[in-house]
């Protein structure tokens, strides 16, 4: 049996042992999201266009099989056909978690933030480019004091998601991630919170990889910046630094993100990025946070009005390798009218140098209606 094979039959198991279990699960819960965009450009060069997508159609079901052991599963059926997100079984171990199935790597403040409580529309585009998102994979998890340790060893995801471009084969990619979050006290309605995270993956006979990404804006499906084929890779290092500050309704982060691409018979090559943003809440409430992560905004009386602002920089270019370079700054308005409803509108100014029409500066203006339950 191939290493695909092995891995499709995996997930299949966690499938089954997750739906076989839920008509005698002590409790379910239906959860969901939807996600409406539309986007307009002012195009500088490439022609942007305008367009209305569902960014994000999702249901699932969670709960607890029994004492100990809990389960999700969630698919999205927006855009370009069904896809798995979460799927996986849950349980303690020792003073911590464990975690089988596909969950998101543990890399990046601004990744592990779920779409939902994200500040923007859309991530930045380094974290877009860097960050793994969901593998399937084996993840602990654990709590000391002010310390979170999360570590994770990965594989493909559900499907056999790969990046664009990377060859069939029977030896699948094996990673390896750890992150490590501090969050010293700092006085009352403050928080601080420091973090660094470590990847390292062998491609296997997946050998070829391609990084790209939208100017973060999604509805029209077009990429400025774009690595093409990188061939002959046999191994990526990654590596990122977090650092976010909160006081009541303010808060700021920052998140820096190096990938190195080991090659075979060509020089190694890395590409970075980082972002920085911060955001106020003009009608008092703040940004919740659990587990390393920032959580949604919970409005008190009649909703609540968040302003936000992000500078960003990706760099896909080094050495013989001209992915391009782009800088965003990206300014919000968003309204909560419940912890399940928002509302948001982004204004994305975009400067690319080298991309794949050369340089050019288009600008989006966005919106987004959300619910989730």
């Not at 997750?18 to 959860?31: F, H, P």
């Not at 699932?60 to 799927?87: C, H, P, R």
């Not at 973060?216 to 630094?241: M, Q, W």
Request: charged share 20%.
């Amino acid at each position: 049996m191939t290493t695909t094979l092995k891995i499709s039959a995996v997930a299949a198991l966690i499938a089954l042992a997750c739906a076989s279990g839920v008509a005698e699960a002590k409790s379910v819960e239906v959860r969901g999201r939807m996600h409406l965009d539309t986007a307009t450009y002012d195009s500088d060069v490439t022609e942007l266009g305008n367009a209305t997508a569902l960014r994000r159609t999702r249901l699932g079901m969670s709960g607890k099989l029994d004492d100990t052991w809990s389960f999700q599963i969630e698919y999205d059926f927006a855009e370009n056909g069904t896809s798995a997100n979460d799927v996986y079984l849950r349980r303690p171990l020792g003073e911590g978690t464990l975690t089988i199935g596909q969950v998101k790597v543990p890399m990046g403040l601004n990744e592990l933030t779920s779409s939902n409580a994200i500040t923007f529309m859309e991530r930045a585009s380094n974290s877009n480019i860097t960050a793994d998102s969901r593998r399937i994979g084996i993840h602990y998890a654990q709590s000391i004091d002010n310390l979170l340790f999360q570590s994770m060893l990965y594989t493909r995801g559900i499907g056999g998601e790969r990046p664009s471009g990377a060859n069939s084969g029977s030896d699948a990619p094996m990673g390896i991630a750890g992150r490590l979050v501090f969050t010293p006290s700092v006085g009352e309605n403050q928080l601080l919170h420091l973090g660094v995270s470590v990847a390292a993956e062998d491609r296997g006979d997946f050998n070829a990889l391609r990084y790209r990404d939208r100017p973060e804006v999604r509805p029209a499906d077009i990429r400025l910046i774009d690595t093409g084929t990188i061939a002959d890779v046999d191994s990526t290092l990654k590596f990122g630094l977090e650092a976010a500050y909160q006081s009541g309704p303010f808060s700021i982060e920052a998140e820096y993100l190096a990938n190195n691409v080991n090659r075979d018979g060509n020089p190694d090559v890395t590409f970075d990025g980082f972002h920085i943003q911060t955001s106020y809440v003009l009608t008092g409430e703040k940004r919740g946070y659990r587990g390393g992560n920032f959580r949604g905004i919970s409005p008190n009386g009649k909703g609540a009005w968040e302003v936000a602002a992000r500078y960003s920089q990706t760099n896909l270019s080094d050495g013989l390798i001209v992915g391009g370079e782009q800088s965003n700054i990206t300014l919000g308005l968003n309204y909560y009218a419940s912890s399940n409803v928002r509302f948001m509108a982004n204004v994305i100014f975009a400067d690319i140098k080298d991309g794949i029409n050369g340089d050019e500066k288009p600008t989006a203006f966005a919106l987004r209606a959300q619910f989730a339950f």
